[in-house]
């Protein structure tokens, strides 16, 4: 196809879609955000921290399945910036995922507005900076995404929701901490452990005894799995990001980085002053973050007792928190979004088409420490590879369809080529004696299975294959792999990442590209939406697109 025809095609089914997201029937939701600078000291050490409309935390994104948000986000700061939406899967819109690999930074002074649907969703998720080191400076906040009204929740409405966002911490200002990574050094041990943004006492909730509340707890922090309890009360899980899970009982639970779940915790005890504590694990020294629950009329501070932190030592061994992550099941008749059941989807039957074998390792690559995936260290281009597709710029970036491991080690900017529609079983496999934790965007996995030492194909046979959790974010303990599978049912180019943001910030990632493998053909917007006309151009598309942006006014 010329590349004439190519706009009149692309343009065409831009309107198209204009015309289906933006239709009188969705519900849409505009948030201005403004991103600053913020000085804040929650362990009595000031850093510089960014902040949205002021406030860190950020403001709660509050949707309703179907929803259409429009954030508008004005980056005050010296340097380009972008958020990203942990968990959410954005159907057919990776345009709008806001990582390297798919948007160009907001520039300083500048905004841009990212508009996307939840469409199908209901949960807990959370945002956060995508690029560089920032996240380690904050910039996160909660989002929620309701139930349709017509549709029935698992559990009874709960007398009202809490958002905690937990957190290993830094005194370090971010930028120090990118130095040193650039510098060829590691990160220390983090400071300190933080409850919304807060040290210790700082964080409180209310609580009115006999009612029953939902806890909506993920963990935005560095690196740092943690383990989150409420003294004196017992947690039922019932969601992780965007599953409804079959109902348990936890006196504790884990949250490795970028997970997040919801539990439901009842005022049944004698109306006083209880602790929340998160504390790290598999870290030492170990740190612990405490925040306090207060029963309507309580006027302890602290609470009474002892904070339940002579617990940590026993919870920091690997096989139990592998056992407590094999007991959290997906609820097979339980309603998500949609009122068929979650256990419709019958993954257990479906044939695998591929497999791939991640494996992560570290390494020095010319001279500085990097962090591989299969022998490669993931490089940034300077051109988004979703806008080097766009239009067609070659030498953006290489896609790799099978990838045996490299003895040679390198740096690439690298694409794995996976065929729309396809069921592909991921072996994330960690040779390292540290934890791993790792994200695909626009997709939920089932985490099949888990296992010590070297994934072989036998391993199929221990798998999960009924009601394995279905989430985005899993982790991997040392010396061990986890196995996901997952159908490739969402077009576009999605960041494949480590959680950990040191691992990540020095090449723990990579993008698969789920396409029809037709790149002559301008892909149907039923299948894939088309560049927004507000997209913004860098590197080498910097020039381009002006006949694209000045495309059909918005009806
Ligand atoms: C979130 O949205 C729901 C549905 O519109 C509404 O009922 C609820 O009050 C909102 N919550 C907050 C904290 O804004
Ligand atoms: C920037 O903000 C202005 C004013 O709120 C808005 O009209 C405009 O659409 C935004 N620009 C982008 C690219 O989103
Ligand atoms: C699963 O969901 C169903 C339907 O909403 C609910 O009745 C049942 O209690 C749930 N089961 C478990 C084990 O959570
Ligand atoms: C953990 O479990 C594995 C496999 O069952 C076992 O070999 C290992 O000794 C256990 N480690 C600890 C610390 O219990
Ligand atoms: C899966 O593969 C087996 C063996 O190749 C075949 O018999 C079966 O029909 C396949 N199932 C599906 C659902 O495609
Ligand atoms: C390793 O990669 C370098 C740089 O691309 C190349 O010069 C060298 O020949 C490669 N070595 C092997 C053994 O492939
Ligand atoms: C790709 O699309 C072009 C244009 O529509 C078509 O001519 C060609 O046959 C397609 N190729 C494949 C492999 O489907």
Same mark, same amino acid.
């Given at each position: 196809m010329d590349l004439g025809r190519l706009v009149v095609a692309v343009v065409l089914s831009a309107a198209i879609l204009h015309s289906a997201v933006v239709g009188a029937e969705n519900h849409h939701v505009f948030m201005d955000w403004e991103v600053s600078y913020a000085l804040r000291s929650p362990l009595g050490v000031a850093k510089r921290v960014i902040a949205i409309n002021g406030h860190l935390p950020g403001p709660l994104l509050n949707l309703t399945t179907n929803d259409v948000a429009h954030v508008n986000v004005v980056n005050t700061l010296d340097e380009p910036f972008l958020l990203t939406w942990n968990g959410l899967q954005l159907k057919r819109n990776s345009w709008n995922d806001g990582v390297a690999g798919t948007n160009c930074g907001i520039p300083p002074g500048e905004n841009w507005t990212y508009v996307f649907q939840a469409k199908d969703e209901v *949960?807990?998720?959370?945002?956060? %900076?995508?690029? +560089?080191?920032?996240?380690? $400076?904050? /910039?996160?906040?909660?989002?929620?995404?309701?139930?349709?009204?017509?549709?029935?929740?698992?559990?009874?409405?709960?007398?009202?929701?809490?958002?905690?966002?937990?957190?290993?911490?830094?005194?370090?200002?971010?930028?120090?901490?990118?130095?040193?990574?650039? *510098?060829?050094?590691?990160?220390? %041990?983090?400071? +300190?452990?933080?409850?919304? $943004?807060? /040290?210790?006492?700082?964080?409180?909730?209310?609580?009115e005894a006999g009612r029953t509340y939902r806890l909506r707890v993920s963990n935005v922090g560095a690196r740092t799995s943690l383990c989150f309890r409420v003294q004196g009360h017992k947690m039922l899980l019932v969601e992780a990001e965007g599953a409804y899970t079959a109902q348990k009982l936890y006196a504790s639970l884990d949250v490795h980085p970028g997970q997040s779940f919801s539990v439901l915790v009842t005022a049944d005890q004698p109306p006083r002053a209880y602790y929340m504590v998160v504390s790290s694990l598999f870290v030492g020294p170990e740190l612990y973050g405490v925040g306090t629950i207060r029963y309507a009329g309580a006027n302890e501070h602290p609470p009474s007792g002892n904070a339940p932190l002579d617990e940590r030592s026993s919870h920091n061994s690997y096989n139990r928190s592998m056992e407590q992550a094999k007991s959290i099941r997906m609820n097979l008749t339980a309603g998500a979004a949609r009122p068929n059941p979650q256990g419709s989807f019958h993954y257990g039957h479906i044939n695998v088409t591929r497999t791939l074998l991640l494996r992560n390792d570290e390494s020095v690559i010319g001279g500085r420490r990097r962090c591989t995936v299969n022998g490669i260290a993931f490089a940034n281009a300077a051109t988004p590879l979703k806008l080097a597709d766009f239009f067609r710029i070659a030498g953006v970036y290489t896609v790799v369809s099978g990838w045996p491991e490299r003895r040679n080690l390198t740096l690439g900017t690298v694409a794995i080529d996976a065929a729309y529609r396809d069921f592909v079983q991921i072996v994330f496999e960690n040779t390292l004696p540290s934890m791993q934790t790792w994200h695909l965007d626009g997709y939920s996995f089932f985490v099949a299975g888990m296992g010590w030492g070297k994934w072989s194909a036998d391993a199929r046979s221990t798998y999960n294959l009924v009601d394995a959790m279905y989430r985005s974010t899993v982790q991997v303990y040392p010396m061990s792999w986890t196995a996901v599978l997952v159908y490739l049912d969402n077009e576009g180019m999605w960041n494949l990442r480590s959680q950990n943001l040191e691992r990540r910030y020095l090449g723990q990632e990579l993008y698969l590209k789920v396409s029809q493998g037709n790149s002559s053909e301008v892909p149907d917007p039923r299948d894939e939406m088309p560049m927004p006309f507000n997209a913004l151009l860098c590197g080498k598309a910097k020039s381009l697109g002006s006949w694209y942006k000045s495309g059909p006014s918005p009806a």
């Open positions: *949960g807990t998720f959370f945002y956060r %900076p995508s690029l +560089g080191l920032h996240a380690a $400076g904050g /910039g996160h906040g909660p989002i929620r995404v309701n139930n349709r009204p017509v549709i029935d929740v698992p559990f009874p409405r709960p007398d009202g929701d809490f958002d905690l966002l937990i957190q290993d911490w830094y005194n370090m200002d971010a930028a120090a901490m990118k130095d040193r990574l650039d *510098g060829g050094r590691g990160l220390p %041990p983090p400071d +300190g452990v933080l409850i919304n $943004g807060m /040290g210790p006492y700082g964080a409180e909730i209310a609580f």
